[in-house]
């Protein structure tokens, strides 16, 4: 391997955890406001054209999912409600839902830190990802950061434990 390839590997990794700690910024930014700390950035050349986190509670919104809000964002951000190229980063693998707009979106690369045992659908319940009929396929890499983000979660389900006991 050769010393730039070894440099562009290093920057991949790191440009990786620099978006995933923005999205768990935004994550932060739902649990201030009691929602489920989700967030998610999209990136397009490595730049932040999309931003969002949870927000079903405040919201009244079933689908106001972070992935949902910041995919609404870079589409409007761009003018397209496609978004080839784009990557999304998600503190949290996606749910069917979000693996669907993900999909309508044309997103290239999806990066998430967390599996969600629940409902995530990138191997987690079901791979939703990788069925073949489908008509589009992103790249999906999981497990970015995924210690600080599965804490994030579990820090805020454990305070909702000890509020209702």
Known sequence: MTSENTVNILATGLSDEYFMREAMSLARAAECLGEVPVGAVVVLDGEIVGRGFNSPIGEHDPTAHAEIAALRDAARTLGNYRLPGCELYVTLEPCAMCAGAIM???????????????????????????????????????????????????????????KTQ
Do not use: Q, W
């Not at 791979?127 to 992103?138: I, M, P, S, T, W």
């Open 104 to 162: 309508h979106a044309r997103i290239s690369r999806v990066i998430y830190g967390a599996r969600d045992p629940k409902t995530g659908v990138h191997g987690s319940v079901v791979d939703l990802f990788g069925v073949e009929r489908l008509n589009h396929h992103a790249t999906v890499e999981g497990g970015i950061l995924a210690d600080e983000c599965s804490s994030m979660l579990s820090a805020f389900f454990a305070g909702r434990r000890r």
